[in-house]
T-cell receptor, first 113, second 113 residues
Framework: GENVEQHPSTLSVQEGDSAVIKCTYS??????FPWYKQELGKRPQLIID?????GEKKDQRIAVTLNKTAKHFSLHITETQPEDSAVYFC????????????FGIGTKLQVIP | SQTIHQWPATLVQPVGSPLSLECTVE??????LYWYRQAAGRGLQLLFY??????ISSEVPQNLSASRPQDRQFILSSKKLLLSDSGFYLC????????????FGSGTRLTVV
């Protein structure tokens, strides 16, 4: 099955700086890579996703990159704000009708005002 | 619009007692349904997923079971809880016809004492 490794496990940045979270996956058949944000005590929420036919996707201050050859993908948050503080999960899997994804262990991001 | 309901929000149960957590989805039909568990400070572990009524796939052998008696209802059960069953249980759904990510329910925080 799929195995997703995520690092770092914790990340502290100053407000306004950039944050980068990296993930690797093992199954070359995976073609869907979502990222979720989980605030303390709340449910994870999808913030951005990318499919294997795209190398990069951007949504305002958030961007994801995918390197299929190396089997790794990254989340980039620019101009971080205190409300970006949360746990971020990467995941990898298939995007078809019977979608099933495997999550990374999560990165706790702290943005220091 | 689609909504997912999960209850109860919190639950404290003694070791050896039974468990029943319920999840329902509104506003869609024939969804994929998932049960995840998140232990304290840990990632999201897929427990069960279902692509239709009565169709359950188990990812992790344990003392939990799942059932899907109706199209939009997913139930997580146990006959005898263990201390290690404590955690945050999340139900999620996905529209099978669209390549979008999961939408999670609000979760049930289970403490086994």
């Amino acid at each position: 099955g799929e195995n997703v490794e995520q690092h770092p496990s914790t990340l502290s940045v100053q407000e306004g700086d950039s944050a980068v979270i990296k993930c690797t996956y093992s199954d070359s058949a995976s073609n869907y890579f979502p990222w979720y944000k989980q605030e303390l005590g709340k449910r994870p929420q999808l913030i951005i996703d990318i499919r294997s036919n795209v190398g990069e996707k951007k949504d305002q201050r958030i961007a994801v990159t995918l390197n299929k050859t190396a089997k790794h993908f990254s989340l980039h948050i620019t101009e971080t704000q205190p409300e970006d503080s949360a746990v971020y999960f990467c995941a990898a899997g298939n995007s078809g009708g019977y979608q099933k994804v495997t999550f990374g262990i999560g990165t706790k991001l702290q943005v220091i005002p | 619009s689609q909504t997912i309901h999960q209850w109860p929000a919190t639950l404290v149960q003694p070791v050896g007692s039974p468990l029943s957590l319920e999840c329902t989805v509104e506003g869609t039909s024939n969804p994929n349904l998932y049960w995840y568990r998140q232990a304290a400070g840990r990632g999201l572990q897929l427990l069960f997923y279902s692509v239709g009524i009565g169709q359950i796939s188990s990812e992790v052998p344990q003392n939990l079971s799942a059932s899907r008696p109706q199209d939009r209802q997913f139930i997580l059960s146990s006959k005898k809880l263990l201390l290690s069953d404590s955690g945050f249980y999340l139900c999620a759904w996905k529209n099978r016809d669209r390549g979008y990510g999961y939408t999670f329910g609000s979760g049930t925080r289970l403490t086994v004492v």
